[in-house]
């Protein structure tokens, strides 16, 4: 009987230590999500800010262009 007792907690332990291993490794698996969350959230917020960037050129850009017509519009081709 105290054999089959110590049996019984020996693999008591070992289920323990493989439920704390699955656990640690879970835990590792969160923080890199975690991490990779962040990156994807720093790149979406930095490509938001370049695409801002990029419309406010364009409509720069068209000013421009429609100031050049409006400034050639006065010369005639002979």
């Not at 070992?14 to 490794?25: H, N, P, Y």
């Amino acid at each position: 009987m105290a054999q089959e007792s110590a049996g019984g907690a020996g693999e008591m332990e070992r289920g323990t230590g493989r439920v704390t291993d699955a656990i640690v490794q879970v835990s590792a698996t969160s923080e890199e999500t975690s991490a990779s969350a962040e990156e994807v959230s720093a790149s979406t917020h930095e490509l938001s800010t370049q695409s801002g960037d990029l419309a406010a050129t364009a409509r720069k850009m068209k000013e421009l262009a429609e100031a050049l017509g409006q400034s050639t519009a006065r010369f005639k081709l002979a």
